[in-house]
């Protein structure tokens, strides 16, 4: 029987599946394995069923060359040297669309708690400040009719742009490697613009690029400092999309009105500078974390993982490779 190793702990229900085709080696304590402990966990391992904590790169694959499959319980794959795994022949598999509607929700949601100050006033709430209702307490930006900006506009983005422009009657505009078709441009009134102005244009302005060496501190000090001052900064990408460091300095100098974050350059340490400024929303990565949809996630890992493998009603067609090239050959 072939072995596979879940990184992480998962459903145990639906990673039981597994049990069915391999032998498992799991990790139900849910330890992150450092990168040593993960290259000796993988010995003699077929596949792999992993999440954006495990990093899969030419060192590992090399100390492994029996791995086939890499099937990761996330959308984006940064984790995953995607160039070497299609070298050594080694498919790749995501879980996308199961997790764009919710995470398009936690991505609102952070937005508007943003800009309404909503985790700001609930500390003050809580510290026992409040004492009196006063006319121009925690007062912000508004949402509705405001201008969205988009950096990204993938499946998650334009789930995001539907509920700002059908919604909240927001206008929309949006800058992305490609344009969006016609009819979808028509549809959600979408301005297409460059980088310039879309920093200069959104009063709330919302990432969903993936990470890339090329989307590497996309927002910079000098993104910042193109920003309306009183705008507001929505992060449900990558860590590292952001120059976390200047967005503390900016936040503190109120150079742009607020910032949400549900992902963070080396996380799970944020950096101390957010941590110390009133005007962030700090969430810990859980944008895709609704109940279902993180079943889904799994459920779809667990799919792929027994296809790659040759198992199952879809044996040698994982339902969502990331370089279906290796399976052509
Ligand atoms: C995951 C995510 O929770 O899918 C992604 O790309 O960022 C999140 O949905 C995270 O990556 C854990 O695998």
Redesign the pocket.
Known sequence: MDKVLVARAAFPDIVDRLHAHFEVDDNPEDRILAKPELIARLAGKRGAFI???ERIDAEVLDANPQLQAVC?????FNNIDVAACTARGVIVTN?PDV?TET?ADFGFALMMATARRIAESEHYLRRGEWTKWSYDQFVGPDVHGATLGILGMGRIGQAIARRGVKGFGMKLVYHNRSRLAPEIEADLGARYVDKATLLGESDHLVLVVPYSPASHHAIGAAELAQMKPSATLTNIARGGVVDDAALAIALKNRTIAAAGLDVFEGEPKVHPGLLEVPNVVLTP?I???SIATRRA?ASLAVDNLIAALGHGPNAGRPPTPVNPQVLAR
């Open positions: 999440t954006g904590s990761n319980m996330a959308v984006g879980t997790l995470t990565h944008a895709s974390a996630m």
